[in-house]
């Protein structure tokens, strides 16, 4: 059974979806004493079967398998459609918008099949928490599982719902913040606030998420009470990322762009570098998060087929300009010599 005990350095290398979770990546934190974790929201149970497995072989460290709880989404009238796809083609002329079809996202009962079979010892959800037939299945099997929260609330949901950890998800963090509801009233509590106001009400461990670069941060974050931090950013310029070359060298330009929040790609907030197309869609309407992200999937692709960076999400957090290129063995080592000394 999944223990933070267990780990060398308390470490979660964040879940990041849409292909920056490889399995070399995944695999070389576990080999080096954190848990790594593969971000599968938007994957078919088929990648996610052979991501696994190939992580499986190359680690005997612990894996996380990681989900979106996603909303149930309707197609909004035509005449919202028309507008939203009118401001997408005035960037990208080009392309001839498809209209999304349902169902807009994944299914997680699907998505969860090869999970059950190769049981990777932490399964993890952001957005919500996961039908109780989920839980109940993970505790059977005894896989552990771990639920973002972005306030006590949440947090307070969480414990109620039987999960094992709270990942604590500050205002810095990068990528999809993860309140349960899309337009609920957000606190944007730093990760240290928001991790005080959890390690003192909750019984189960809290990880913090959010701005944690170094093991500085990490021996921080511990002292506060934290039982291990999640860390995305920090990951995103290692060899073994996924990460676009394009999104690499805005991450390490010496002069770098600000990260803000945007609902521009997928309707719901995330955190990024500022681009063209987050400045495009400032203050303008979406459509419903995920249909959002499925219309704007096709600008998104022939970015990355052309190494266009200003029309990729290019999510990172608010201190992402301290990412270093080391691989994962070598950044893992340092952030371990800097926690201990
Ligand atoms: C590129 C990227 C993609 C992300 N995708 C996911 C995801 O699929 N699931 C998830 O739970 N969190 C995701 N996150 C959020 C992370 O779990 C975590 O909250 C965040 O990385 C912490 O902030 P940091 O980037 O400053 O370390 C993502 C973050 C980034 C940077």
Redesign the pocket.
Same mark, same amino acid.
């Given at each position: 059974m999944f223990s933070f005990a267990n780990l060398s350095i308390p470490l979660i290398q964040?879940?990041?979806?849409?292909g920056?979770t490889t399995p070399a990546l995944v695999s070389e934190v576990s080999n080096a004493g954190g848990l790594g974790s593969f #971000?599968f929201?938007y994957s078919s149970p088929e990648t996610i079967g052979h991501d696994l497995k190939l992580a499986q072989s190359l680690t005997q460290g612990p894996i996380n398998a990681?989900f979106?709880i996603f909303p149930s989404a309707e197609l909004p009238d035509s005449k919202t459609i028309g507008q939203v796809i009118e401001l997408l083609q005035e960037l990208t002329p080009d392309i001839d918008f498809v209209v999304p079809k349902p169902p807009f996202c994944p299914d997680l009962e699907t998505q969860l099949e090869p999970v059950w079979q190769l049981q990777p010892a932490v399964l993890?959800f952001?957005f919500g928490i996961p039908p109780e037939w989920v839980m109940q299945r993970a505790r059977a099997l005894s896989i552990t599982i771990g639920i973002?929260a972005t306030s006590l609330e949440e947090a307070l949901k969480i414990e109620q719902a039987g999960a094992s950890f709270i990942?604590a998800?500050g205002i810095?963090?990068?990528?999809?913040r #993860?309140t349960f509801e899309i337009d609920s009233p957000d606190e944007r509590l730093s990760t240290f606030d928001l991790l005080h106001q959890l390690v003192k009400r909750c019984t189960i461990p809290v990880v913090a998420?959010?701005?944690?670069?170094n093991g500085r941060d990490i021996r921080k974050a511990l002292d506060l009470g934290a039982s291990a931090v999640?860390?995305?950013?920090?990951f995103?310029c290692c060899p073994e990322s996924g990460?676009s070359s394009e999104y690499k060298a805005l991450l390490l330009d010496e002069n770098p762009r600000p990260s803000i929040f945007t609902k521009g790609f997928s309707g719901r907030w995330a955190r990024g570098i500022e681009n063209t197309f987050t400045r495009h869609m400032d203050a303008k309407s979406t459509l419903p998060f995920p249909i959002q992200n499925t219309l704007t999937g096709q600008l998104r692709q022939a970015a990355a087929r052309s190494h266009n960076a200003e029309h990729q999400s290019l999510?990172? #957090?608010?201190?992402?300009y301290k990412a270093r290129t080391l691989t994962v063995g070598e950044l893992m080592k340092a952030l371990q010599i800097e926690f201990v000394s």
């Open positions: 964040a879940p990041m979806a849409g920056i #971000g929201a990681n979106f993890s952001h973002t990942v998800q810095e963090a990068g990528g999809h #993860g998420a959010g701005g944690i670069m999640q860390m995305g950013s920090a995103l990460a999510w990172a #957090g608010s201190a992402f």
